[in-house]
């Protein structure tokens, strides 16, 4: 079965990288992972997404082993803002499967 | 553009009452999905429409669960009869092809929290 695994919390420096890891074992082909964040009790939010390559965006990057069996989320510079759950989701094309992770709660410590 | 709308934002109801949940998408979006969040099983995606029509339900709970999309502009996910364990925040979310398709880059609502006594 499809899985997407993180841990359920991290605690990370304001100011210094924050990296969340995912593992998404059973990722294959054009399967594609993504990443949102839910703050307070909002609606997730989309961050970032990749599919081999290491992606780059205003918020986040995406690292992605050459595996692809697992990913890192890095917020480079993490202020008390990106207080919230992260989640990790794989888009399992092979039977149109959207997986989340169970989330990891990162803490921004001041 | 407003986002997704979702309604009511709250809903306290007692157990083996009809309980509907409405969803707005964003405009011109042509997919959408319900999914349900509690502490205990995260997030769960439960149905989801494309162009208004029913891809895969089977994330759906049980026969006390129906969701319909009429239009491209509406959705609702019924709970009939609604049960204790139904309580959770029930969220809307929808993408475009236009943007990659299927699951990619999903606009989520902000949820309606259901409270089954």
């Known amino acids: 079965d499809a899985k997407t695994t993180q841990p359920p919390s991290m605690d990370c420096a304001e100011g210094r990288a924050a990296n969340l890891p995912c593992n998404h074992s059973t990722i294959s082909g054009n399967e594609y992972v993504y990443w949102y964040r839910q703050i307070h009790s909002q609606g997730p939010q989309y961050i970032i997404h990749?599919?081999?390559n290491n992606e780059t965006n205003e918020m986040a990057s995406l690292i992605i082993t050459e595996d692809r069996k697992s990913s890192t989320l890095i917020l480079p510079h993490a202020t008390l803002r990106d207080t919230a759950v992260y989640y990790c989701m794989g888009l399992y094309n092979r039977d149109d499967k959207i997986i989340f992770g169970k989330g990891t709660r990162l803490h921004i410590l001041p | 553009d407003a986002g997704v709308i979702q309604s009511p934002r709250h809903e306290v109801t007692e157990m083996g009452q009809e309980v509907t949940l409405r969803c707005k998408p964003i405009s011109g979006h042509d997919y959408l999905f319900w999914y349900r969040q509690t502490m205990m099983r995260g997030l769960e995606l439960l149905i989801y429409f494309n162009n208004n029509v029913p891809i895969d339900d089977s994330g759906m709970p049980e026969d006390r669960f129906s969701a319909k999309m009429p239009n491209a502009s509406f959705s609702t996910l019924k709970i009939q009869p609604s049960e204790p364990r139904d309580s959770a925040v029930y969220f809307c979310?929808?993408?475009?092809?236009?943007?990659?398709?299927?699951?990619?880059?999903?606009?989520f609502g902000p949820g309606t929290r259901l409270l089954v006594l």
């Open positions: 979310a929808s993408s475009s092809t236009t943007s990659g398709g299927f699951g990619k880059t999903q606009y």
């Open positions: 990749g599919l081999k």
